[in-house]
């Protein structure tokens, strides 16, 4: 899983993403499973998603787009090359691309504001969730 890291990591503190079908196929051909290189893709994803500076929501492509892969790459009917093509066309979708606009240098929030939260359980953060859209005015018409 090492080399699924690393190609996170790469991926998701890529600047031009035309890099990342380089970064795919160096890591492939140093024997990182289809798989590996879809978890690698995933997890890459979701860390440009969070450099991202657009304060668009549909930015989650980034996401949706490499799971989809990830199914995809599972299906043993699909030949190897259908599965690679899935892999390498990734960063050029429109909604993927208009991310690279305006990365920020580091992840939002830095991993080092999160770690410094103090901890909650999940069911607090859950109620703390509920207040929060509770709050929001739209939610008074809401049932229940």
Same mark, same amino acid.
């Given at each position: 899983?090492?080399?699924?890291?690393?190609?996170?990591? !790469?991926?998701? %503190?890529?600047? @031009?993403?035309?890099?990342?079908?380089?970064?795919? +196929?160096?890591?492939?051909?140093?024997?990182?499973?289809?798989?590996?290189?879809?978890?690698?893709?995933?997890?890459?994803?979701?860390? /440009?998603?969070?450099?991202?500076?657009?304060?668009?929501?549909?930015?989650? %492509?980034?996401?949706?787009? !490499?799971?989809?892969?990830?199914?995809?790459?599972?299906?043993?009917?699909?030949?190897?090359?259908?599965?690679?093509? +899935? /892999?390498?066309?990734? %960063?050029?979708?429109?909604?993927?691309?208009?991310?690279?606009?305006?990365? +920020?240098?580091?992840?939002?929030?830095?991993?080092?504001?999160? +770690? !410094?939260?103090?901890?909650?359980? @999940?069911?607090?953060? /859950?109620?703390? /969730?509920?207040?929060?859209?509770?709050?929001?005015?739209?939610?008074?018409?809401?049932?229940?």
């Amino acid at each position: 899983m090492l080399l699924a890291s690393a190609l996170a990591e !790469a991926i998701g %503190h890529c600047d @031009q993403f035309a890099e990342i079908l380089a970064l795919l +196929a160096r890591t492939l051909a140093r024997s990182l499973s289809l798989e590996g290189a879809g978890e690698g893709l995933s997890v890459g994803g979701s860390m /440009l998603l969070l450099r991202s500076q657009t304060g668009n929501p549909m930015d989650v %492509h980034m996401n949706t787009g !490499a799971n989809t892969r990830r199914y995809l790459l599972r299906q043993p009917e699909l030949s190897l090359r259908t599965k690679l093509q +899935a /892999l390498f066309v990734w %960063h050029s979708e429109p909604e993927v691309r208009t991310a690279q606009r305006k990365p +920020a240098s580091v992840m939002q929030p830095e991993p080092e504001r999160v +770690a !410094a939260r103090p901890f909650r359980t @999940q069911d607090a953060l /859950l109620e703390e /969730l509920e207040d929060l859209i509770g709050s929001l005015r739209l939610a008074s018409g809401c049932p229940g």
